[in-house]
């Protein structure tokens, strides 16, 4: 399986948008990223190449528009934030992070039973 490409906060505010809907031409993407995020028509332009180059996008030339499409889905962006995450604060170690949130979280008893099931479930083969 290919490693998914680093995408920064800023990038994944457009891949937000092709996760929710694809495709979006460039134009769509520049209209909703700059009202929301008040960012010029050029960084917007910007994230999109730097994306691409990453392949984490692709586009079709549609006529007079260039349509985008999402290359990594947002489980595979999940799962690699998760991992970044986990690297970066815990030096990868699962159990001191679960440790760590459980001990500062207040759990309802079916969250706890949620999570006693998934452990149950990692114990078996």
Same mark, same amino acid.
């Given at each position: 399986? /290919? ?6 906060? +800023?990038? #994944? ?11 979006? #031409?460039?134009?769509?993407?520049? %209209?909703?990223? #700059? ?12 994230? /999109? ?12 030339? #549609?006529?007079?528009?260039? *349509? ?11 799962? +690699? ?7 970066? %604060?815990?030096?990868?170690? %699962?159990?001191? $992070?679960?440790?760590?949130? $459980?001990?500062?979280?207040? *759990? ?5 039973? +949620? ?11």
């Amino acid at each position: 399986m /290919l490693e998914s490409p680093h995408i920064t906060e +800023a990038e #994944s505010e457009v891949m937000k948008l092709l996760w929710h809907k694809e495709p979006l #031409s460039a134009s769509e993407i520049i %209209v909703k990223l #700059s009202q929301q995020m008040q960012w010029s028509d050029q960084t917007i332009k910007t994230f /999109l190449n730097r994306l691409h180059k990453k392949k984490a996008i692709r586009f079709e030339k #549609s006529g007079r528009n260039y *349509l985008y499409y999402p290359l990594v889905s947002h489980e595979e962006y999940l799962k +690699a934030e998760n991992r970044s995450f986990l690297n970066r %604060v815990y030096k990868g170690a %699962v159990g001191m $992070l679960c440790a760590k949130f $459980l001990e500062e979280e207040n *759990l309802s008893e079916k969250d706890i039973e +949620a999570l006693q099931q998934i452990l149950e479930n990692k114990k078996r083969p």
